[in-house]
């Protein structure tokens, strides 16, 4: 079982709000990503990071930033909610000895952001 | 921009039923995968493939991936409730995950 862990686990806030989402793994990945997903759709890449002091921006614009101090951690920040970033914010994070050739991914179980 | 194609988009059957999911793309991948996402929780890797005509079986899970690589099939036998869930393929491509359009499975007992 992959030990990858995102709090909080639901949000609801309202708008204009400051708010970090926590993921943490404890598998010594080096790559990490953060998804976003609406209830049932597809996955959207919105940020991912190759190590330390690494962020890239992902496929999916987002207004969130995100930074990589740590290796086992990878948190995202909103400076400013608004109801259009009501989401599901999914962490996952990868083995680089892996390559790109099979880049399986490990999930945390998600947040559930609902901003008012 | 690389897409994947699900199909079909939401299936309901009944327990005991066989069914087939579709991904297709008109890139060509490394490797292929697919996950399962239960509600409220993140997706939980099933199987990835690698070489063209490649067939996996889990249990009653069998995953072929296309002979060019650019598509590829999950078939389950005789469902069951428990199968219930999203499930979703993704191609490996570069350093990322491309994810397809997912797949809803309800299967009643």
């Known amino acids: 079982e992959a030990d990858i862990y995102q709090t909080p686990r639901y949000l609801v806030i309202g708008t204009g709000k400051k708010i970090t989402l926590e993921c943490s793994q404890t598998?010594?990945?080096?790559?990490m990503y953060w998804y976003q997903q609406d209830p049932g759709m597809e996955l959207h890449l919105i940020h991912y990071?190759?190590?330390?002091?690494?962020?890239e921006k992902g496929d999916l614009s987002s207004e969130s930033t995100v930074s990589r101090i740590r290796t086992e951690h990878f948190p995202l920040t909103l400076e400013s909610a608004r109801p259009s970033h009501t989401s599901q914010y999914l962490c996952a994070s990868s083995d680089r000895r892996q390559g790109a050739f099979y880049n399986e991914q490990f999930f945390g179980p998600g947040t559930r952001l609902t901003v008012l | 921009t690389q897409l994947l194609e699900q199909s079909p988009q939401f299936l309901s059957i009944q327990e005991g039923e066989n069914l087939t999911v579709y991904c297709n793309s008109s890139?060509?991948?490394?490797?292929l995968q697919w996950y399962r996402q239960e509600p409220g929780e993140g997706p939980v890797l099933l199987v990835t493939?690698?070489?063209?005509?490649e067939v996996k079986k889990l249990k009653r899970l069998t995953f072929q991936f296309g002979d060019a690589r650019k598509d590829s099939s999950l078939h389950i036998t005789a469902a069951q409730p428990g199968d219930t869930g999203l499930y979703l393929c993704?191609?490996?491509?570069?350093?990322?995950?491309?994810f397809g359009t997912g797949t809803r499975l309800q299967v009643f007992p």
């Open positions: 890139s060509v991948f490394s490797s």
């Open positions: 993704a191609g490996a491509a570069t350093d990322k995950l491309i």
């Open positions: 493939v690698v070489t063209g005509g």
């Open positions: 990071s190759y190590g330390v002091n690494s962020t």
């Open positions: 598998m010594g990945h080096d790559k």
